[in-house]
């Protein structure tokens, strides 16, 4: 089965400032997707990123950006100029096949 | 457009009630998944559903936790009897095909006193 870690329970950042997120999983399979979904106190959950397993390319959505690291099974989000409204749970998926595996999550604080 | 809708939003019974959620996927959407927060255990799928069909309910908790999906439009969830350990946020959420990405409702917070 799969498993998606993410080792941060909680990370704080400066506005304006950049802070990255970790997540590590493990498979056994080649052909899979990563994601990092954002819950604010809203608790809706919110498609930040997604990444191919196939890409070697990082993907990035404006001031979101991964560092994928197949071989080391490694996936982080890196937020880059840091507003409030990025404080929120952030989660990593993992989906092979139909099915989302989920970590943790990490609280993100952002300090005005 | 509009995304996935759940209802309601916030349910508080008694244990030993039945209770039902209710979600409507997006329109054209042909994977439905239905999933539980909670602090103890994250986030978990319980059932997923690919046109109608229910494809894999190994997440389901209990017999007292069923789902249906009549239609591609409407999918619920029910518990019976419902217990204070179900107390959670349960989610559903959509997707199309073979794209990868699934989007999720509001959620429903459940509360069992």
């Known amino acids: 089965a799969q498993t998606v870690t993410q080792s941060q329970p909680e990370m704080s950042v400066q506005e304006a400032e950049t802070v990255t997120l970790s997540c590590t999983y493990d498979?056994?399979?080649?052909?899979?997707?990563l994601f990092w979904y954002k819950q604010p106190p809203s608790r809706q959950m919110i498609l930040v990123i997604r990444?191919?397993?196939?890409?070697?390319q990082n993907a990035t959505e404006n001031r979101f950006s991964v560092n994928f690291q197949k071989a080391a099974k490694s996936f982080s989000l890196k937020i880059s100029d840091s507003q409030l409204g990025d404080a929120a749970m952030y989660f990593c998926?993992?989906?092979?096949?139909?099915?989302?595996?989920f970590g943790g999550g990490t609280r993100l604080m952002v300090k005005p | 457009d509009a995304g996935v809708i759940q209802s309601p939003r916030h349910e508080v019974t008694e244990m030993g009630q039945e209770v039902t959620l209710r979600c409507k996927p997006i329109s054209g959407h042909d994977y439905l998944f239905w999933y539980r927060q909670t602090m103890m255990r994250g986030l978990e799928l319980l059932i997923y559903f690919n046109n109608n069909v229910p494809i894999d309910d190994s997440g389901m908790p209990e017999d007292r936790f069923s789902a249906k999906m009549p239609n591609a439009s409407f999918s619920t969830l029910k518990i019976q009897p419902s217990e204070p350990r179900d107390s959670a946020v349960y989610f559903c959420?959509?997707?199309?095909?073979?794209?990868?990405?699934?989007?999720f409702g509001p959620g429903t917070r459940l509360t069992v006193t």
């Open positions: 959420a959509s997707s199309l095909g073979a794209l990868p990405e699934q989007y």
């Open positions: 998926a993992y989906r092979g096949g139909n099915m989302l595996t």
């Open positions: 498979t056994s399979e080649s052909d899979y997707y």
């Open positions: 990444q191919e397993a196939y890409k070697q």
